[in-house]
């Protein structure tokens, strides 16, 4: 996954065409409630200014199904990329068509265009070779610098490098640095912590970190089909009967392996599915019927602690409980501080995006991890290690 940047290309006077992902969140008066994609996109847009490019940036924001949505136009990120750069950013009314190619040749060094949402087009998503054309014709050089989409084969990841030559900006450098040197050459013990909802989301991601990694440790609505699988009684709660099987392979290959695979040792039980139920600690052995398991409990959290307490590389992808819900978020918050501690004592901590990477941003403590993720779907793809059609057709370094 060695990939050329944009600092091995000359982009002097050149027109840049950079896919970014500004898919953020916006509350309904159209307010950006999160910029941190947005921020983490500025290295690399701030670097092409200060060599004299002219930049142009594409990026999709919700799921409008090929169709204009007003509520998922892109102005309220221009304005807030406007702020953060400190420059004026001109803007589209759509991504391709005669406006857009007049705007874009007219573009001079030093000056910010972004597109309108990418996804207003079918054709995006179908990378079809026209629309990625069409994108194409704007640029002089691509760069792809949305990680976050790079597991997706579309008009703006994968289909513009038929018609221009792409590098990787850093952000997508960075991503590719801490997840792939992790996973080529961990500085050990290496321990995995993963949770989530469902197994079965994550069965080819478990495989591979059983053979590379040292310790595993399982939390989540998937703890519970694992649980199921060394025939513990798990009263109520969610759990993959289709996948019991299989979670006993799992077990099996860890054990066969010589692999420590820890599961909680007790849980936070309620008495329905909401954020106001009743709820007790117990352990794990103990759920009684007309309950559901929906965190991990402190006995739980000691014992990962312990288990962690060594490691020098933690991979984490997937909330330990249903983190939405406060009384269910504190397995969570406590592994975010535990990873955190561990970080300030040397630890490379790296944060697998999606829920997990939502779960740091909001206990503040992102900037005390190794490295966060900004792409969910990419890094779990990434972990199974599946080829990234966005990354593979970047140029070779």
Request: aromatic share 4%; hydrophobic share 45%.
């Amino acid at each position: 996954m060695h990939k050329k940047t944009v600092r091995d290309i000359d982009v002097t006077g050149k027109h840049v065409l950079v896919r970014v992902d500004f898919n953020v969140p916006l509350d309904a008066n159209q307010h950006i409630t999160d910029d941190t994609r947005i921020a983490a996109a500025l290295p690399t847009i701030e670097y092409l200014l200060k060599n004299g490019a002219a930049v142009i940036l594409m990026s999709h924001l919700g799921r409008p199904k090929g169709q204009v949505v007003e509520e998922m136009r892109l102005k309220p990120v221009a304005e807030r990329l406007a702020t953060l750069l400190q420059l004026p950013v001109q803007t589209t009314t759509d991504a391709i068509g005669s406006e857009t190619e007049a705007k874009a040749k007219a573009l001079q060094p030093g000056q910010v265009l972004l597109l309108e949402n990418l996804r207003f087009h079918k054709e995006e998503e179908k990378n079809d070779p026209d629309f990625a054309q069409q994108l194409a014709s704007l640029g002089d050089v691509y760069v792809n610098d949305a990680f976050g989409t790079a597991h997706r084969a579309h008009a703006s990841t994968e289909g513009v490098t038929h018609y221009l030559p792409g590098v990787s900006g850093f952000l997508m450098e960075k991503e590719l640095n801490f997840l792939g040197k992790t996973l080529e050459n961990p500085k050990r013990p290496f321990a995995a912590l993963v949770g989530g909802a469902k197994v079965s989301d994550k069965i080819a991601v478990l495989e591979r970190l059983i053979g590379i990694s040292d310790t595993i440790l399982i939390g989540g609505g998937m703890a519970n089909t694992f649980l199921k699988a060394q025939g513990l009684e798990i009263g109520d709660s969610l759990y993959e009967e289709a996948k019991v099987d299989v979670a006993k392979n799992l077990l099996a290959q860890a054990q066969q392996q010589g692999k420590k695979f820890l599961l909680p040792r007790d849980v936070v039980i309620a008495d329905r599915f909401a954020a106001d139920a009743n709820h007790q600690v117990v352990l794990a052995e103990n759920v009684p019927q007309g309950w559901r398991i929906l965190d991990i409990g402190p006995a739980a959290v000691e014992e990962f602690h312990q288990a962690l307490a060594n490691a020098q590389t933690i991979i984490w992808n997937g909330t330990l409980g249903v983190a939405e819900m406060p009384a269910f978020a504190k397995g969570t918050n406590a592994v975010v501080k535990i990873l955190a501690d561990l970080t300030k004592q040397g630890a490379t901590t790296i944060i697998g995006g999606g829920d997990s990477a939502a779960a740091v941003e909001q206990a503040g403590a992102a900037k005390q991890m190794t490295h966060v993720s900004t792409g969910g779907g990419a890094s779990l793809e990434f972990l199974e290690g599946r080829v990234l059609p966005g990354v593979a057709a970047l140029q070779d370094a």
